[in-house]
């Protein structure tokens, strides 16, 4: 019998390819080959998750009455945390009840909030690049894209003037996420002050991606949506336990913000999912309520890697600006290079993956996405092979290759 009328509803053929997944193959053909491969692709973070947290799981664990179904909205206990570490960090209160909401890491909240409030035909805006979640969310609610075309020169800031009055008036939400992943670009706080008078003159939702809160270097502090006067009326805010706390794999997140927004996220998700298990929220507790210098030693590793590596670029040709958060470097093209082949062109001749910028977007052309996910010893290595191969930010180092 033929399945030919088996087919994926039409909202799955709106999706663009996940470069993630395409790049996965060629990681793999190339481990095949024997290539020893350097991944420096993936947002995947390569530290062990605290010890505190992992005795805590283990304790919750042992204990049944964590072994049923969690309730809907998450444990009580872990949405107080969640106002508690948030009023500690931003001193802003918010009500545990309605105005914080633990999910099953951020990209299912981001991406079931789109679906919650977007109908087909709804205009979103859009960072151009962004975060995959940001506008695969809203495409698979059958919304339209508007991309905010992001620019190196203006810093790769959001250029809220650029926006035609009649395209912010028909916008239903915008995403957006400082400090970025992939540009590692963060945002003054006046410009969050811009935003949110934009967003409230013309009535759009602001969703604002938060998970680089705490991966900031060198005294800067990350702004966050909910500090500014009046974004509470009109937003809500997504964090992330996976990159701060390396818990990456145990899908703990939350979203904070307006009530209203949050009951319909969390009506959606009551048809979805049953949240996370009760023993990682209560770990997820001790994760956040762990001592600053458990921050301080995580952000000292990715700045140290941060420093050899703009260092070893610039040997290379490439001068790229001290970021001042994430995890990542973003990093051009040498001239004249896609951002798919010079990234496919590293991983042949190197074994280096990196992401390539068209995976965040049109706007990520003539990019790439580097992140700091590796010891400084093969951060070294990755250099060298750079240099072996004579990849260099110098056209005529790559003509003829
Ligand atoms: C890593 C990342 C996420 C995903 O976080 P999870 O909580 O693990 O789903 C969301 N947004 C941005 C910008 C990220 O970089």
């Given at each position: 019998?033929?399945l030919?009328?088996?087919?994926p ?25 024997g290539?020893?491969?350097?991944d420096?692709?993936?947002?995947n973070?390569?530290g062990?998750t605290p010890q505190p947290?992992v ?7 042992q204990?049944?009455?964590n072994?049923g179904?969690?309730?809907f909205?998450?444990?009580?206990s872990?949405?107080?945390?969640i106002?508690q570490w948030y ?6 209160e918010?009500d545990?009840e309605g105005?914080a909401?633990p999910?099953?890491g951020?990209?299912e909240g981001l991406?079931?909030l ?5 109908n087909?035909g ?5 960072p ?7 506008f ?7 919304g339209e894209i508007y991309?905010l075309?992001l ?8 250029d809220?003037?650029?926006i ?14 400082y400090?970025s992943?992939?540009t590692?670009?963060t945002?003054?706080?006046?410009f969050f002050e ?10 759009i939702?602001l969703?604002?991606d938060q998970?680089?809160?705490e ?12 500090e ?5 009326e009109?937003g809500v ?7 701060t706390?390396?818990m990456?794999?145990?899908?703990v997140g939350f979203v ?5 927004v949050?009951?319909g ?9 049953y949240g996370?298990?009760a ?10 309520q762990?001592?600053?210098v458990?921050l ?11 420093d ?19 995890m990542y470097l ?6 004249g290079?896609?951002s798919t ?5 590293v ?19 003539g ?6 996910i590796?010891?400084l ?14 990849i260099r ?5 790559i003509a003829?290759k």
């Amino acid at each position: 019998m033929s399945l030919d009328w088996i087919t994926p509803a039409d909202r799955l053929r709106a999706l663009p390819p996940y470069v993630f997944a395409r790049l996965d193959e060629l990681k793999a053909r190339a481990r095949e080959q024997g290539l020893d491969l350097i991944d420096l692709g993936m947002g995947n973070p390569d530290g062990a998750t605290p010890q505190p947290v992992v005795d805590a799981a283990i304790a919750a664990l042992q204990n049944p009455a964590n072994h049923g179904y969690p309730p809907f909205e998450g444990t009580a206990s872990f949405r107080r945390s969640i106002t508690q570490w948030y009023h500690r960090r931003y001193g802003v209160e918010l009500d545990p009840e309605g105005e914080a909401l633990p999910l099953l890491g951020s990209k299912e909240g981001l991406a079931h909030l789109a679906i919650a409030y977007i109908n087909p035909g709804d205009l979103v805006l859009v960072p151009s690049p962004a975060y995959p979640a940001h506008f695969r969310g809203p495409l698979i609610a059958g919304g339209e894209i508007y991309p905010l075309v992001l620019k190196a020169e203006q810093d790769w800031l959001i250029d809220l003037g650029a926006i035609p009055d009649a395209v912010a008036d028909r916008a239903k939400i915008m995403y957006f996420n400082y400090p970025s992943n992939p540009t590692a670009a963060t945002a003054p706080r006046e410009f969050f002050e811009d935003v949110v008078a934009f967003a409230r003159k013309h009535e759009i939702l602001l969703v604002h991606d938060q998970a680089y809160a705490e991966l900031a270097f060198d005294g800067y502090q990350p702004t966050s949506l909910l500090e500014i006067e009046g974004a509470k009326e009109i937003g809500v805010e997504f964090h992330t336990m996976s990159k701060t706390y390396n818990m990456a794999g145990w899908r703990v997140g939350f979203v904070v913000g307006n009530r209203h927004v949050i009951q319909g996220l969390r009506t959606l998700k009551t048809n979805m999912d049953y949240g996370i298990f009760a023993a990682l929220q209560s770990a997820a507790e001790t994760a956040l309520q762990l001592p600053d210098v458990y921050l301080h030693e995580v952000q000292a590793r990715y700045r140290t890697r941060r420093d050899f590596l703009i260092q070893g670029l610039g040997e290379l040709g490439w001068s790229v600006p001290k970021t001042k958060a994430t995890m990542y470097l973003w990093v051009p093209c040498p001239p004249g290079m896609t951002s798919t082949d010079f990234a496919l062109s590293v991983l042949q001749q190197t074994g280096v993956v990196v992401t390539p910028g068209n995976a965040f977007g049109a706007g990520g052309e003539g990019y790439v996405r580097i992140s700091l996910i590796a010891e400084l010893d093969r951060l070294q290595t990755a250099l060298d092979r750079l240099r072996q191969a004579n990849i260099r930010f110098q056209p005529e180092a790559i003509a003829g290759k």
